[in-house]
């Protein structure tokens, strides 16, 4: 399994684990039903104390009630990185990929063209406009 972590950004560290933690569950044919656990008020009450013990140099965090932590990590907020969306806006980057592919496989548009479709759908679903590629669509490893 790969991952990326940044010590500034706990929250992206987490979240890409959590994804890519995700796939390989998948891969080894565990249960179909259990899919966004980490969304869930459940695992963040088990895994919020672990965190804590894990990363005491992020201070500002070990004060944090479970419900103060749920209240921030549940938020929607729209972001570039798929990886690291939010529950609701995570469709719309799937949607956003399908369409382009879709344009792609049937001649609706070239490879040229992908750069320009990505920036104006992320900026119609998302109401984000990608500044740098590698926030648009140069930004997916997978």
Not at 62 to 69: A, G, H, K, R, S
Not at 103 to 124: C, F, H, P, Q, S
């Amino acid at each position: 399994m790969t991952t990326r972590y940044t010590a500034s950004k706990l929250k992206e560290g987490i979240v890409c684990t959590v994804h890519e933690g995700g796939h390989s569950l998948y891969e080894q044919g565990r249960n179909a039903e259990e899919r966004m656990v980490a969304l869930s008020k459940p695992f963040w009450t088990h895994i919020l104390p672990l965190v804590k013990a894990k990363f005491p140099e992020h201070e500002s965090l070990q004060p944090v009630t479970m419900e103060q932590f749920y209240n921030v990590w549940s938020r929607v907020d729209p972001s570039f990185i798929r990886v690291e969306a939010d529950e609701i806006t995570y469709g719309l980057h799937i949607i956003l990929r399908y369409k382009i592919e879709k344009a792609l496989i049937e001649g609706d548009i070239t490879v040229v063209g992908v750069l320009g479709l990505w920036n104006a759908k992320m900026k119609e679903y998302l109401r984000v406009e990608v500044i740098e590629d590698h926030l648009g669509c140069l930004q997916d490893t997978h």
